[in-house]
């Protein structure tokens, strides 16, 4: 019997790399990857030439997939072109995008009167797939939500590719807003310093604002007044580095420090001997209880970035996921969250004050 064929687009950089790691230990699909340039099989995975500029060799690429994951970036630089293929063709669609804006052209696609979609699952990664599960268990059933305040703490020893600190260097020192008090605010990246208390081997951060899909779907989607997001290093002499480069964007010394994301790639690359590869991603809500759902990894934190779109995977597969425009609060119940996570070594926590 043939299996189903999910295509991978970034399958050669450091998340793609996990998520075929997660795939061929939790799900029964053929894994193809999708390169800019012919080239042969990697390991057992079969590769198909597809350039996400050119959406007539993407639209080739899509032929006989069940569904498509796009792991690629960094995602500011990216088009939507891949999710409109599969809009097109009724193939179901997933990204582990953290870039605000990619995700809202995402969400803008998708008409909200069909009900013939495939399913749609943009920010499917640590946000907004995993941070809004922990937000949905600890607003709980209360009425009132006076903030949301998400902090993702990685490891020093955790992954350090060049999308990734592309996407932080893109917001440090950046203006964006978010939804505080009520009403929407203007802040800057990499600032308004504020701690979150992990439970073990994490511990306390202090982590800065940073831009993510977050700030735009959570107040509505939890009637929040206040909805932040916050990471950080587990250096602080390297937090502290990064919120002066932020300062020198703000005060107008420098106009944008992306170009220079090699450079700290590298540099922090030197560091990487330090620290611990263990890490968390945390939601505290604020209402008439205070909780703190946290998700904790002891070892291999970075993994944690693509459980939830290796989860949707094998819910599409079996037909049990939702179509269309997927919601990043209620996809898994707190008791299948929990299962998901023991079954990788990681721990979900919930603490109550």
């Given at each position: ?113 069909r ?10 990664s ?9 937000a ?6 209360s ?18 590719n ?70 950080s ?66 070892s ?36 299948e ?17």
């Open positions: 019997m043939t299996r189903p064929r999910v295509l991978l687009f970034g399958g050669t950089g450091y998340f793609g790399r996990l998520l075929i790691e997660d795939l061929g230990r939790c799900s029964d699909c053929d894994v193809v990857l999708a390169s800019r340039r012919p080239q042969k099989a990697i390991g057992r995975h079969e590769t198909v030439v597809a350039d996400l500029s050119d959406s007539s060799s993407v639209d080739r690429a899509l032929y006989g997939a069940s569904i498509v994951i796009c792991a690629a970036g960094p995602f500011q630089l990216l088009p939507t072109t891949v999710a409109e293929l599969c809009l097109r063709r009724g193939i179901h669609y997933i990204d582990l995008s953290d870039d605000r804006e990619f995700a809202a052209r995402v969400r803008s696609l998708v008409p909200e009167s009900r013939d979609l495939p399913a749609i699952c943009t920010a499917w640590t946000v907004s797939a995993l941070s809004g599960l922990l949905q268990i600890g607003v709980g059933g009425n009132r939500v006076d903030a949301i305040y998400i902090h993702m703490a990685p490891g020093n020893r955790g992954a350090r060049v999308s990734t600190v592309h996407s932080l260097m893109h917001s440090v020192g950046r203006s964006f807003t978010v939804f505080r008090g009520g009403s929407w605010h203007s802040v800057s990246g990499w600032s308004e310093p504020r701690t979150f208390d992990f439970p073990p081997p994490v511990g306390r951060r202090n982590g800065y604002l940073v831009d993510v899909p977050d700030h735009d779907l959570f107040p509505a989607l939890f009637r929040a007044d206040t909805v932040e997001f916050r990471t290093s587990e250096l602080n002499p390297l937090n502290w580095a990064v919120a002066t480069l932020a300062w020198t964007r703000k005060t107008g010394l420098v106009q944008s420090w992306t170009p220079f994301s090699g450079t700290l790639q590298r540099v922090t690359s030197l560091l990487s001997f330090i620290g611990h590869d263990s890490g968390a991603v945390g939601v505290e809500v604020a209402g008439p209880v205070t909780r703190r759902v946290s998700v904790v990894a002891r291999a934190a970075q993994r944690m970035a693509v459980m939830p779109a290796v989860i949707m995977t094998n819910l599409l597969l079996s037909g049990a996921a939702p179509h269309g425009l997927v919601s990043p609060a209620t996809w898994l119940t707190k008791e969250l929990r299962i998901q996570c023991e079954n990788r070594g990681f721990q979900l926590i919930i603490e109550e004050s």
